[in-house]
């Protein structure tokens, strides 16, 4: 079983930033993917970024390349969001994930086997 823990959402103005945090059970994090998603009310779950075994490894949205970074420190058992440039449209809850599968996880929500409770993250212009 493994735990996840998100934290870092709020309220932030537009073009400002945010570094949101997902801590993480189990022993064997280093082997974990992670991935990074978010849902904004009336819409389904979007993919927003995953990371694997390797911090070389990454995968972003289109809507969000450039802008955000993942990262992950296998050291603290925890996987980061950087967020830059907020939009508007940026404002869901985000949830983090892991996917103790793949080296490298996909886009898919489906494929991950973990899930964190969510962090609400809110852009205003």
């Known amino acids: 079983q493994v735990q996840l823990v998100e934290s870092g959402g709020g309220l932030v103005q537009t073009g400002g930033s945010l570094r949101l945090s997902c801590a993480a059970s189990?022993?064997?994090?280093?082997?974990?993917?992670m991935g990074w998603f978010r849902q904004a009310p009336g819409k389904e779950r979007d993919f927003v970024a995953a990371?694997?075994?390797?911090?070389?490894?990454?995968n972003y949205a289109d809507s969000v390349k450039g802008r955000f970074t993942i990262s992950r420190d296998n050291a603290k058992n925890t996987v980061y969001l950087q967020m830059n440039s907020l939009k508007t449209e940026d404002t869901a809850v985000y949830y983090c994930?892991?996917?103790?599968?793949?080296?490298?996880?996909?886009?898919?929500?489906?494929?991950?086997?973990?899930w964190g409770q969510g962090t609400q993250v809110t852009v205003s212009s």
């Open positions: 994930a892991a996917d103790i599968n793949k080296r490298l996880p996909g886009r898919d929500g489906e494929e991950y086997d973990y």
């Open positions: 189990g022993r064997t994090f280093s082997r974990y993917g």
């Open positions: 990371i694997g075994w390797s911090d070389a490894l990454k």
